[in-house]
């Protein structure tokens, strides 16, 4: 619910107690899941402090389940569309989102300062990374997720039908660009999309898990609220990546020198 936090917190422990009887390990909420995602139409501060772990306080002590959850982030100066990852009712990391979309409808930039930073983390489960919607339509994210150490990319996301320049479909572009980045990064890739409208954005669902080889093993229904539940194997990405290595096979002081050249040259922006 748009604006809401104490209900939207509500409602994600329920999904929790619900995961936790299936024995889920760890529970991925979308984009901005405790605060709704049109925030420049609230009136009152729904910012919450990541610090001090305010957020893992707020969904219970979840000692038996990791959780993803997204929210406005109040930092010293700047507001941030953040996602946090929860590991036995500690925060482990933050995502502050660093790519935020300003065409169409989406206003992102004017209520959100971009995150200046993406690393991987450490988990009880192997080595993640986060990075939020929009973040992904940037190929450089990704690329860096994996050669950071990530085995598995989370995707939280708000994607809205409709609402693609030039009548694109979002569901079959996600689909895509997951499979890609799955099947070329040998990683796993977990995208969850929230469903439910806000004004005119119209949130169709659809989240879906990729594995190393550019399969989707398990996705949710559209337009419809669901716990989807799948089972996934780290260790298949070590295979895939025996199998073909193309990760290790970066060439990082190449690439390196090539964007300090571009962005000597003026392409920093």
Known sequence: MLG???ENVARAREVL???RAQDADLVVFPELSLSGY???QVSDDISLEAVDDQIAGRLGDGAETGVVVGFVEAGRLHTYNSAAYIEGGVLIHVHRKLYLPTYGVFDERKHFSPGQAMRAFD???GPMAILICNDVWQPA???IA???GARVIIVPANSARDRFPGGTDAQREWRDINRFYARMLESYVVFVNRIGSEGELNFWGGSHVVDPWGEIVAEAPLDEPALVTVELDLEQVRRR???MP????ARLGLINREIERLASEGGDL
């Not at 193309?246 to 096979?249: F, R």
């Open 241 to 243: 990546r025996r199998e």
């Open 246 to 249: 193309l990760v290790k096979e």
């Open 146 to 148: 994996v050669q950071d």
């Open 123 to 125: 988990t009880d489960f």
């Open 38 to 40: 049109s925030v420049g």
């Open 141 to 143: 994210l990704p690329f």
């Open 17 to 19: 107690e619900r995961a």
């Open 4 to 6: 809401d936090v104490k």
